[in-house]
């Protein structure tokens, strides 16, 4: 069985999780859960009391991804929260003889494994499952009208891909700043979804120093980072995200984006940007791996 599967070194990122809900479109959006089963009483933190009975024979009506969490919209006003976590995975397989549209996957659903923690079996045959190693994965049950006020998404800043996000709100959120701009990158309240890998990618193109307090950049170079997160974003989607561990696509493909990497995890090797003379350094912020080039980000 091809899988999609969802296990990186560090946190899944915007790319990687978006790249895993258009994976589980085809089997999930427009379907009826017929019954969802946990395997055990929560993840990171528990179920919500009656989740099973409250989903199953529900219509998935829409897959969104609110930074980096997927959402999922039921007939019944109500909305599933996934969180990956550092291990989680989402396998999808499909009974035998199902038809052609999703030929990706091989037919055959496979024998439980040890840390299936939650399997959502779909009307039409195919089965939906969590598996998450570590556990350091969630999933809740919410309202859907009260989605602004849950708490793990009412203090999440503009999505990086969406119309908020522009120029002039880069600027005035970066504006007095003291934190490095790798940190107010990172910081989900400014914008959502950025890891610390793009977060890297970005500030090399951007040819800024990790190290560079925020609030010091001036505003045209702050709102140059608009066009470039968008763009680094944007590859690494049509890559399939960034395969540092056991990460897969939709087809059970690895994802290509980490072979685009301009500097993370190149230390010591030559800067890859025209021109430039520099090696690639690593320190570490805030107990995290920064990459980048001192010659050329400043």
């Given at each position: ?80 929260l996934i969180h990956l976590g550092m291990s989680g995975r989402m396998l999808i397989s499909l009974p035998e003889g199902a038809r052609e549209t999703v030929a990706q996957f091989v037919h ?38 009260a989605e602004a006020d849950h708490w793990l998404i009412r203090e999440i800043g503009p999505e990086p891909l969406g119309n908020r996000f522009d120029e002039s709100y880069m600027t005035a959120a970066l504006k007095g700043r003291k934190s490095p701009i790798k940190a ?115």
């Open positions: 069985m091809r899988r999609l599967e969802q296990g990186v070194k560090n946190l899944p990122e915007l790319p990687e999780v978006e790249t895993v809900r258009r994976g589980l479109i085809p089997v999930m959006e427009g379907q009826v859960i017929e019954e969802l089963r946990l395997n055990r009483d929560g993840l990171r933190w528990p179920f919500p009391a009656n989740m099973a009975r409250d989903v199953s024979g529900a219509r998935v009506l829409r897959l969104r991804r609110r930074s980096k969490y997927i959402l999922m919209d039921l007939d019944r006003g109500t909305t599933v055959g659903h496979p024998a439980p494994q040890k840390h299936d923690h939650v399997v959502f079996e779909m009307a039409q045959g195919a089965r939906v499952t969590f598996n998450d190693p570590r556990r350091f994965g969630a999933m809740d049950l919410f309202v859907t009208a107010a990158l990172l910081d989900q309240r400014i914008v959502a979804g950025l890891g610390n890998i793009y977060v890297c990618e970005i500030l090399h193109r951007a040819g800024i120093s990790p190290t560079r307090q925020a609030g010091r950049i001036a505003p045209p170079r702050c709102a140059a980072l608009v066009p470039i997160i968008r763009a680094v974003l944007s590859e690494a989607i049509a890559a399939g995200g960034s395969s540092l561990r056991d990460y897969r696509q939709a087809d059970g493909e690895l994802g290509y984006f980490q072979h685009g990497f301009q500097v993370y995890d190149r230390e010591g090797q030559p800067c890859l940007k025209e021109g430039c003379r520099g090696n690639i350094r690593r320190i570490v912020q805030s107990g995290r791996s920064s990459f980048y080039c001192p010659m050329c980000q400043r």
